[in-house]
């Protein structure tokens, strides 16, 4: 029997048979059933011939959150098992469970997950960059002008960078990141676990290449090396242990700004003391 309250679960972002045993127990044993696209879960849920048997089948998403998310709510307050399912992939990861889950949360409910595939990770895998620090940063804008201001916003974070784009807006994007980062590391992982998979690794400056004319289709997920760590100043340094210091003894203020800026403590602990 499965416990009361909000199950997440992962569903295959492409190959049917990615799909946890358990994730299959969830859907299998719920109460109720939601989805982002509830014909998707449907259909996945035939493939591994689990019947829905007259339980309540519900959509969840951006556009209906309101009115659905009340009826689940109520559910679970009643002593209902609720089972969440994305589209594709990890929920709450581009995926309008987010809300769901702080309504349940929120109303003391319990809230467990099913982990399983994930379009990020799966990337991260096999993308040939560092995968100890990542940032996940989800779809970019669709102009140039706003993509190019989101752009300049990720760029110092020391940590792989992780995007989801569209077939249609890859050539540009890479051309306006080839602008920026032309020499750092990229893969374009496209169709992940799917039939036509396919990944390409170079420079920005050689994936725009190569995408520059290229016809695409699919999802694809967009991944960035970090680019070197920048440099802090004589004068960025001071202008930082300074307003440390107003509220840091001088040990913690220079213990603080080191850290912040990638510097020897030593160094910087000679500078508070000279300020």
């Given at each position: 029997?499965?416990?009361?309250?909000?199950?997440?679960?992962?569903?295959?972002?492409?190959?049917?048979?990615?799909?946890?045993?358990?994730?299959?127990?969830?859907?299998?044993?719920?109460?109720?059933?939601?989805?982002?696209?509830?014909?998707?879960?449907?259909?996945?849920?035939?493939?591994?011939?689990?019947?829905?048997?007259?339980?309540?089948?519900?959509?969840?998403?951006?556009?209906?959150?309101?009115?659905?998310?009340?009826?689940?709510?109520?559910?679970?307050?009643?002593?209902?098992?609720?089972?969440?399912?994305?589209?594709?992939?990890?929920?709450?990861?581009?995926?309008?469970?987010?809300?769901?889950?702080?309504?349940?949360?929120?109303?003391?409910?319990?809230?467990?997950?099913?982990?399983?595939?994930?379009?990020?990770?799966?990337?991260?895998?096999?993308?040939?960059?560092?995968?100890?620090?990542?940032?996940?940063?989800?779809?970019?804008?669709?102009?140039?002008?706003?993509?190019?201001?989101?752009?300049?916003?990720?760029?110092?974070?020391?940590?792989?960078?992780?995007f989801y784009e569209s077939p249609k807006r890859i050539a540009a994007t890479l051309r306006d990141m080839a602008e920026a980062w032309p020499d750092r590391r990229a893969a374009v992982c496209r169709e992940l676990t799917k039939k036509f998979e396919e990944t390409t690794r170079g420079t920005v400056a050689e994936l725009a290449e190569a995408f520059a004319d290229r016809s695409v289709k699919g999802e694809i997920v967009l991944l960035v090396d970090r680019g070197a760590p920048e440099v802090a100043s004589e004068?960025?340094?001071?202008?930082?242990?300074?307003?440390?210091?107003?509220?840091?003894?001088?040990?913690?203020?220079?213990?603080?700004?080191?850290?912040?800026?990638?510097?020897?403590?030593?160094?910087?602990?000679?500078?508070?003391?000279?300020?």
């Open positions: 029997m499965l416990a009361p309250g909000l199950h997440f679960v992962a569903t295959p972002i492409g190959a049917a048979r990615d799909i946890t045993l358990r994730a299959l127990d969830i859907l299998r044993d719920a109460d109720v059933l939601a989805a982002e696209d509830t014909r998707t879960l449907r259909h996945l849920m035939e493939i591994h011939g689990i019947p829905l048997g007259g339980r309540p089948l519900v959509a969840y998403h951006d556009h209906n959150g309101d009115s659905a998310g009340p009826r689940l709510i109520a559910a679970m307050k009643d002593g209902k098992s609720v089972a969440y399912a994305s589209e594709a992939g990890t929920p709450l990861v581009s995926d309008p469970g987010f809300e769901l889950s702080r309504e349940a949360i929120a109303a003391g409910l319990t809230v467990l997950t099913a982990p399983g595939p994930s379009a990020v990770l799966a990337a991260l895998t096999i993308a040939g960059l560092p995968s100890d620090r990542f940032l996940f940063a989800g779809f970019l804008p669709s102009t140039s002008s706003a993509r190019k201001k989101a752009l300049a916003e990720v760029a110092p974070i020391q940590a792989t960078l992780v004068e960025d340094v001071e202008a930082a242990l300074r307003r440390a210091l107003e509220t840091l003894s001088v040990k913690d203020a220079a213990a603080e700004v080191a850290q912040r800026l990638g510097l020897p403590k030593r160094d910087v602990y000679q500078m508070a003391l000279k300020l």
